[in-house]
Nanobody, 115 residues
Framework: QVQLVESGGGLVQPGGSLRLSCAAF????????TGWYRQAPGKERELVARMHPDGWMTYADSVKGRFTMSRDNAKNTVSLEMNSLKPEDTAVYYC?????????WGKGTLVTVSS
């Protein structure tokens, strides 16, 4: 079965940058739709960025111009570069891989933006 493992979370000051990575085992990001989601305390899970197999990407309005998602097919990883971080970006970030009949989720990595 497909296993996704996120890494790179941690504490960062407002205005700082952080890069998250996700590695897939048993599946390939290039064969499905992959994305980053986040869930803040007391809030619903929300889409951050999504990339289709052909490379087409969409971003949440709240992160446009600040976050950049990328995919490395050779390494079978996806990344999320986060810049100009704000306290409201604090959340557990999850990567996922979506196929027609199944969706896989990582366990998440915590990002805390605070002074």
């Amino acid at each position: 079965q497909v296993q996704l493992v996120e890494s790179g979370g941690g504490l960062v000051q407002p205005g700082g940058s952080l890069r998250l990575s996700c590695a897939a085992f048993g599946g390939m990001f290039s064969t499905g739709t992959t994305g980053w989601y986040r869930q803040a305390p007391g809030k619903e899970r929300e889409l951050v960025a999504r990339m289709h197999p052909d490379g087409w990407m969409t971003y949440a309005d709240s992160v446009k111009g600040r976050f950049t998602m990328s995919r490395d097919n050779a390494k079978n990883t996806v990344s999320l570069e986060m810049n100009s971080l704000k306290p409201e970006d604090t959340a557990v970030y999850y990567c996922n891989l979506e196929y027609v009949i199944m969706t896989y989720w990582g366990k998440g990595t915590l990002v805390t933006v605070s002074s």
